[in-house]
């Protein structure tokens, strides 16, 4: 069975430190990856999404970058944090395809102070 | 400007109760539409997922419609459990084609189910 991970589960940054989550998904192969952010009374926004090793999409403009070194392998990172980057983060996989589900990760909260 | 409303934003109920919330969506092209539960503090869950095709799916308890003519979904919660308590997610996929699967995601439903 296939399962996704993430780490670390909480996280607590002063404004302008570094950041570097990471995703890892076991059980499955070239699946493609999704890094989104839910703030507190809004709905999933999607950052980033990737369909392979190196091939990163961005879906919107910001402080954050991620990059996927290996095929199961999904890092979100920040040179300097801002406090709007506080949110709860989840990474998600999928086999790929219009109509196959996304399983997404226990996720990550992230407070920037 | 493809969007997901939910209703109600919250809702209390007595266990052991039935309810319905409710979807609306103006993402077009349509590709499917799912409902996931986010139980706090956890990633989101798949609950259902229908194709255009599809008017109702249901996962034990949970039985979801969807009339695409009218764009509307619901969620039915039948014989509530305290573990039901739960943010109660309306996701629609639009068909642009191409291999990845962008997701428009409602607000949820925060359910709370008490004793």
């Known amino acids: 069975s296939q399962t996704i991970h993430q780490w670390p589960a909480t996280l607590v940054q002063p404004v302008g430190s570094p950041l570097s989550l990471e995703c890892t998904v076991e059980?499955?192969?070239?699946?493609?990856l999704y890094w989104y952010r839910q703030a507190a009374g809004r709905g999933l926004q999607l950052l980033f999404y990737?369909?392979?090793?190196?091939?990163i999409s961005s879906e919107v403009p910001q402080n954050l970058s991620a990059s996927r070194p290996q095929d199961r392998q999904f890092i979100l990172s920040s040179k300097k944090l801002l406090l709007s980057d506080s949110g709860f983060y989840l990474c998600?996989?999928?086999?790929?395809?219009?109509?196959?589900?996304?399983?997404f990760g226990p996720g990550t909260r992230l407070t920037v102070l | 400007k493809n969007q997901v409303e939910q209703s109600p934003q919250s809702l209390i109920i007595l266990e052991g109760k039935n309810c319905t919330l409710q979807?609306?969506?103006?993402?077009?092209?349509?590709?499917?539409l799912r409902w996931y539960k986010q139980d706090t503090g956890r990633g989101p869950v798949s609950l259902t997922i229908?194709?255009?095709?599809?008017n109702t799916k249901s996962n034990g308890r949970y039985t979801a419609t969807l009339d695409a003519d009218t764009k509307q979904s619901s969620l039915h919660i039948t014989a509530s459990q305290l573990s039901d308590s739960a943010s109660y997610i309306c996701?629609?996929?639009?068909?642009?084609?191409?291999?990845?699967?962008?997701?428009?995601f409602g607000t949820g439903t925060l359910l709370a189910v008490q004793p």
């Open positions: 996701v629609v996929s639009p068909n642009y084609g191409g291999a990845t699967n962008k997701l428009i």
């Open positions: 229908m194709t255009f095709s599809e």
């Open positions: 979807c609306n969506y103006t993402v077009s092209p349509f590709s499917n």
């Open positions: 998600a996989w999928s086999r790929g395809g219009r109509t196959d589900t996304q399983y």
């Open positions: 990737s369909v392979g090793i190196g091939q």
């Open positions: 059980g499955t192969s070239n699946p493609n």
